[in-house]
């Protein structure tokens, strides 16, 4: 069963940082492109940041500078570096795999975790 575990979230003030991170259960699987969206409340999913297998990377404009997605490939985990952080930050950050199984190739959800940026 393919799952993705989610760690890292909680409480900061502006200004601060944080580290999410995000361990996909593939087991024989290939896992391709990760990435991380948020969703604050009343509001649509958004992307975040996405990494594929080769380490490109792309941000959404809110993001660039201030956050740093990277994965260990041996470990089938991502991470998101996050830093200098605003309160317009405050979501629920959804890790997210694309893993071909048997079925091809389909997109799997982390738990969600929550990230609170107040003073």
């Known amino acids: 069963q393919v799952q993705l575990v989610e760690s890292g979230g909680g409480l900061v003030q502006p200004g601060g940082s944080l580290r999410l991170s995000c361990a996909a259960s593939a087991n024989i699987f290939t896992v391709n492109d990760m990435g991380w969206y948020r969703q604050a409340p009343g509001k649509q999913r958004e992307l975040v940041a996405v990494?594929?297998?080769?380490?490109?990377?792309n941000y959404a404009d809110s993001v660039k500078g201030r956050f740093t997605i990277s994965r260990d490939n041996a470990k089938n985990t991502v991470y998101l570096q996050m830093n200098s952080l605003k309160p317009e930050d405050t979501a629920v950050y959804y890790c997210?795999?694309?893993?071909?199984?048997?079925?091809?190739?389909?997109?799997?959800w982390g738990q969600g975790t929550q990230v609170t940026v107040s003073s």
């Open positions: 997210n795999a694309a893993v071909v199984d048997p079925m091809g190739e389909n997109n799997y």
């Open positions: 990494i594929i297998s080769g380490g490109s990377t």
